[in-house]
């Protein structure tokens, strides 16, 4: 009896550390195979699309700001550059010198009507008896998903393309527009730093974000 029970011990002593073995392997199998199963489904194209739309917007878009009124040469504001001038082209606005070397800028109503259609468009007064206009010219939209690629369980990288979206003034500015080929170097550079011109059907531009994914779902990644 008693070596009996001496054998049975030693078969349980032996089984013991074969369980914690496999289950130990088991563990290790499984999250392999988490690890592989999330990658796959980890980001869904129509969250990787939510998040890239989000981070579009977020960057608002191309404006072009001018002042109307008797406009006088500021650090601020610059009734000469060229925006004013390409505005009038448009028939968006009329100039005329005014005493001091300013400018006397006025809205005409084919410009009134264009800036009444334009989402987004701003306006508001100033100390000096002249008025801001904020107008959009293009927002950045997206083209398409390139490819979403799984780093881990919680961090993905998007490649994704967007283009420009021109309202009907951003055609104005667009830097192929038979108004701005008129213009000189000098001046389309200058529309291009300060005033948003742009190639607004220009290719469509290659972008990638890296993404991580938070207990509010996706965001993209601040490291």
């Known amino acids: 009896m008693f070596e009996a029970e001496v054998e049975l011990e030693k078969k349980s002593s032996s089984i013991g550390p074969l369980l914690l073995v496999l289950a130990l392997l088991f563990v290790i199998v ?7 199963y999330q990658s796959r489904i980890g980001l869904s194209s129509q969250e990787a699309t939510a998040v890239v739309n989000e981070y579009l917007d977020s960057k608002g ?17 610059k009734p000469r ?4 001038k390409l505005l009038e082209k448009a028939g968006i606005v009329t100039l005329k010198p005014t005493v001091g070397g300013g400018t ?10 264009e800036f009444s259609e334009l989402p987004g468009f701003k306006k508001f007064k100033n100390t000096d008896g002249t008025e801001t206009y904020v107008a959009p010219l293009a927002q950045r939209k997206l083209v398409s998903l390139s490819k979403v690629t799984m780093v881990s369980p919680s961090i993905a ?8 979206e021109p309202t009907r003034l951003g055609e104005v500015f667009d830097l192929n527009s038979t108004a701005i080929k008129t213009f000189n170097t000098w ?11 742009d190639y607004y059907h220009a290719t469509p531009t290659q972008e990638a974000l890296n993404l991580v ?4 779902g996706w965001k993209i990644s601040t490291e």
């Open 157 to 164: 990288k998007v490649e994704f393309s967007w283009k420009w």
């Open 81 to 84: 550059d060229p925006h004013y």
């Open 187 to 197: 001046d389309r550079g200058t529309l291009v730093q300060k005033y948003g011109a």
């Open 61 to 77: 878009p191309a404006i072009v700001h001018f002042h109307a009124g008797n406009v006088m040469p500021s650090v601020d504001e």
């Open 30 to 36: 499984g999250s392999i195979g988490y690890f592989f």
């Open 104 to 113: 006397y800028v006025v809205v005409t109503p084919a410009g009134q009507r």
């Open 213 to 216: 994914k938070t207990d509010k």
